[in-house]
């Protein structure tokens, strides 16, 4: 097998064919690290709000009922809404949230409960940089601020550093109890449209109870929106990874120039055009995966080296995933266009 590979490899155009999957398989390891690591690091700059939230605030309203009522009467559907806690020591917000949402890394327990709760106890999810302030009581944990003892059901955050770590979530009617239903709110969701209906309802219902001021999107259009401060990064990664792409078209069309007489020769014999694709697929995915296995054990000595260890299972996977694909984007076109050719055409 070794043998033949190598074979394959001197015929023309294999080795540039090799040489191409070991870059895209470098590129694309160091390009999936670096987008995952870019990720984290906008959402923590929006203090871990999507780019669809929306800054609203409550003001001159005289119960604290508001936000019951508004989960009550299903005013929105798959949305979160965070209530900022004045603190000048700490990042505390109040949360409550229906249907399907983003929730942060637990490392253990579990986060708190869906919808709007009050009972005599609230509950807080608090970030791994606070667990020397929880207290064991009669085999509970519990987490106190100002007059609120807070059942804590899980510690969440993330194992490296992270401004998840210094963050603590509580429940809603904990933290109205606490500072009253006025104040600054953050309504988030994946769903700008939504989030549109969310906030209509929430003006809505609170036209006899208070004032709602709610901070509209901003949503760019066109060329502008790939160019966004929030996503140029990534469109400068996909750039990099269509050229690459690019260049393996225009490498596989090299290559599959060098294997007409062979489908010519398999042709005469009585392939199909389907057989004569599957051996070409062969030899084709053969240089893909090796590339890969060998780009992949580049791509993990240079980060190592650099001192950059940032490369998870997951990068990898995206990576083969990616090269694979390449290669399927590769070798269509050149296949196509050899196959039409006529056994005379290319034997003339």
């Not at 033949?4 to 070991?22: D, E, H, M, N, Y």
């Not at 020591?89 to 890394?105: A, C, H, Q």
């Not at 401004?163 to 969701?189: H, L, P, Q, T, W």
């Amino acid at each position: 097998m070794i043998t033949k590979f190598r074979k394959q490899l001197k015929a023309k155009g294999g080795i540039v064919l090799f040489l191409s999957f070991i870059a895209i398989s470098i590129c694309a390891i160091c390009v999936s690290g670096a987008m995952r690591l870019n990720r984290k690091i906008e959402r923590e700059s929006r203090n871990f709000y999507s780019e669809h939230a929306r800054n609203t605030t409550l003001y001159e309203f005289q119960e604290n009922d508001f936000l019951q009522e508004l989960y009550s009467e299903k005013a929105g559907e798959d949305y979160i809404i965070y209530k900022n806690i004045d603190d000048p020591e700490l990042d505390i917000r109040g949360v409550l949230y229906s249907g399907k949402v983003t929730l942060p890394n637990m490392l253990s327990g579990e986060f708190l409960e869906e919808g709007y709760l009050k009972g005599n106890d609230g509950t807080a999810v608090v970030g791994r940089s606070f667990e020397n302030l929880i207290k064991k009581e009669n085999g509970e944990s519990y987490f106190y601020y100002n007059d609120l003892k807070l059942k804590v059901l899980g510690i969440m955050g993330e194992k490296n550093t992270s401004r998840m770590n210094e963050m603590i979530f509580v429940d809603m009617a904990s933290a109205i109890k606490n500072s009253g239903v006025n104040g600054e709110y953050v309504i988030d969701g994946k769903d700008p449209d939504k989030l549109d209906r969310l906030a209509e309802n929430i003006e809505y219902m609170s036209s006899e109870k208070g004032k709602v001021s709610i901070a509209g999107e901003y949503i760019e259009s066109g060329v502008a929106w790939f160019f966004a401060k929030e996503r140029i990064t990534g469109t400068m990664y996909t750039l990099i990874l269509c050229s690459f792409l690019i260049t393996t078209v225009m490498v596989s069309f090299l290559w599959m120039s060098q294997k007409k007489r062979k489908v010519a020769v398999m042709r005469l014999q009585g392939y199909s055009n389907g057989e004569i694709i599957c051996e070409i697929a062969k030899e084709y995915y053969g240089f893909a995966v090796v590339g890969f296995g060998i780009g992949l054990v580049i791509a993990i000595a240079l980060v190592w080296r650099l001192g950059a260890w940032n490369t998870s299972l997951e990068d990898v996977f995206t990576a083969f995933v990616v090269t694979l694909g390449f290669g399927v984007c590769g070798l269509v076109l050149p296949a196509i266009k050899v196959l039409r050719l006529q056994v005379s055409e290319i034997l003339a």
